[in-house]
């Protein structure tokens, strides 16, 4: 490996996010897949959970997801009550997107997104799962005034996340790591293999 590439990797490392990730609840168009995949390097995500119960996960190909998908772990569950039980476990605030208003609806910018934040985002033609709904803390929309209702799934997770890390590096977390020194030393051996 070049000191140039390792340079690359270990401040990649230094960035990311410990506490922030994205549940994605059948997705099943790959190139969505692939475009949330990159959105989440971008922002520093390391982790995305999958829950796919009734749709396939489909196969990214690794042009489409230029990579990302070799840098972002893939966390797969087989239902939302599985998986929302480990990210409370873990102390995360569960925020559903949603298009409808319901008593625990926000907007994307009444959000804080500077602690332990999982964001779900569902399937392209049915949205996110009632259960999905119940079971999270928060239901948020992206704020929008054209006569569309939604944006594409994988605009509306870039959205997200730009918001967190707009949040996040006006606190400072991007300058300094959230993870102990034994979890970066793992991580930098971890991301140098790959």
């Avoid at 799962?129 to 799934?153: C, H, R, T, W």
Wanted: aromatic share 10%; proline share 2%.
């Amino acid at each position: 490996m070049t000191p140039k590439r390792f340079a690359k990797i270990s401040e990649v490392v230094l960035k990311r996010q410990k506490n922030l990730t994205l549940v994605l609840e059948n997705i099943h168009d790959p190139h969505n897949v692939s475009a949330i995949l990159r959105s989440a390097d971008a922002v520093g995500v390391g982790e995305v959970y999958l829950i796919y119960n009734t749709n396939k996960f489909p196969k990214i190909g690794k042009f489409s997801s230029a990579s990302a998908k070799k840098w972002v772990d893939l966390i797969r569950f087989k239902s939302v009550e599985n998986c929302f039980e480990e990210l409370k476990s873990m102390k995360y605030r569960i925020y559903t997107t949603y298009i409808e208003n319901t008593d625990k609806s926000r907007t994307l910018f009444d959000l804080n997104l500077t602690g332990r934040t999982a964001i779900v985002l569902g399937n392209e033609h049915t949205g996110v799962s009632k259960e999905a709904i119940e079971l999270s803390d928060v239901s948020f929309n992206v704020p929008m005034y054209g006569m569309v209702q939604s944006l594409n799934v994988s605009v509306t997770a870039a959205v997200c996340l730009y918001e967190a890390l707009r949040q996040r590096s006006g606190k400072g977390m991007y300058e300094r790591s959230q993870f102990t020194k034994k979890e970066l030393r793992e991580k930098l051996e971890d991301y140098s293999r790959r």
